[in-house]
């Protein structure tokens, strides 16, 4: 394994806190909190030290009584909450990614946009219609012209034109999804079946459902997909049924590890897989080429997001 990372970050989500790790030893180094309900999801921009996580509300998706409209800017190399980026007047802030175009776009939830954040001012400069107050997470096409949101409820992915910054329509499922990712190609998104332990995949040209992947070993839906760095495989994990799923690329050959309770994100360090499990507290750790579990440990509360830089 190749490992230069000099630093680790979790979204201790269940905590309310976001904590700093040594990468070696995964001791817990420095603990910040004082959040509002609740720290939900992560973006790391190791090239220019900052992280970035949302305020989303003391709820759940679909019921978040008290939507938020925060999202915290934490300096890596200080270990600090260093500045606050305030939303308003979209609230309920989930998923984030960082465009092609250097610019972080982020599902509103309640507010049914993508916001638009300049990092150089920390302000929001466009808000784009994601056609849906179901928009749960998001994902960006490699080149850059597409990004998608999975509206959970709607059982629908929409398509938003990112250099025009326009909503062109949505692809229609055959039933409400919990998460998203695409191919290398940008030809197939794998959108994830929220009611039964399936994908969904998705023809991007053709706009349509083309496969129904089955999940092997999971008995209850899943949640998260995502594609490993250099696209040898994707990996999807469970809340429900607590566990992840390697699968190659072609969908032909799956792998099925029991991990911890809830299941939820996970990132990539060399030749291992780092999953979250908000239920009990623990990250595990996947050997990807031996496709198995490794090692466990405790990690805040519940951490919902990992990464390295």
Do not use: W
């Not at 496709?291 to 509360?301: L, V, W, Y």
């Amino acid at each position: 394994m190749v490992d230069d990372a000099r630093g680790m970050i979790a979204v201790d989500k269940m905590g309310g806190k976001v904590l700093f790790l040594n990468p070696k030893t995964y001791e817990t180094e420095v603990v910040i909190d004082g959040f509002p309900r609740t720290v939900h999801e992560l973006l790391v921009v190791p090239e220019t030290g900052l992280a970035y996580v949302p305020i989303f509300g003391d709820g759940i998706h679909g019921r978040n009584p008290n939507p938020q409209h925060h999202l915290c800017i934490f300096d890596l190399n200080k270990r600090a909450h260093v500045g606050t980026i305030d939303l308003r007047p979209y609230i309920a802030p989930h998923t984030l990614k960082l465009g092609p175009d250097g610019l972080i776009y982020i599902t509103c939830e309640n507010s049914a946009v993508v916001a638009v954040i300049d990092r150089t001012t920390n302000k929001v400069v466009e808000a784009i219609d994601s056609g849906s107050t179901n928009g749960h997470r998001l994902i960006i096409s490699p080149d850059g012209q597409r990004l998608y949101t999975e509206n959970e409820e709607d059982a629908t992915i929409s398509v938003i034109d990112l250099p025009k910054r326009k909503l062109l329509g949505k692809i229609k499922t055959p039933r409400a999804l919990a998460g998203i990712a695409i191919s290398a190609d940008g030809g197939t998104l794998v959108a994830v079946d929220d009611e039964q332990p399936n994908l969904f995949l998705v023809d991007v040209a053709s706009e349509r459902v083309t496969r129904t992947v089955p999940l092997e070993g999971v008995t209850k839906p899943a949640q998260i997909a995502r594609y490993a760095p250099d696209n040898s495989l994707v990996c999807v994990t469970s809340v429900h049924s607590g566990t992840v799923t390697l699968i190659d690329p072609a969908f032909r050959t799956q792998t099925t590890i029991k991990v911890g309770e809830q299941a939820m994100d996970m990132t990539f360090r060399g030749d291992e897989l780092f999953v979250c499990c908000q239920g009990d507290g623990s990250i595990h750790v996947i050997d990807i080429p031996a496709k198995r579990h490794k090692r466990s440990f405790q990690a805040g509360t519940g951490c919902e997001s990992v990464g390295f830089f």
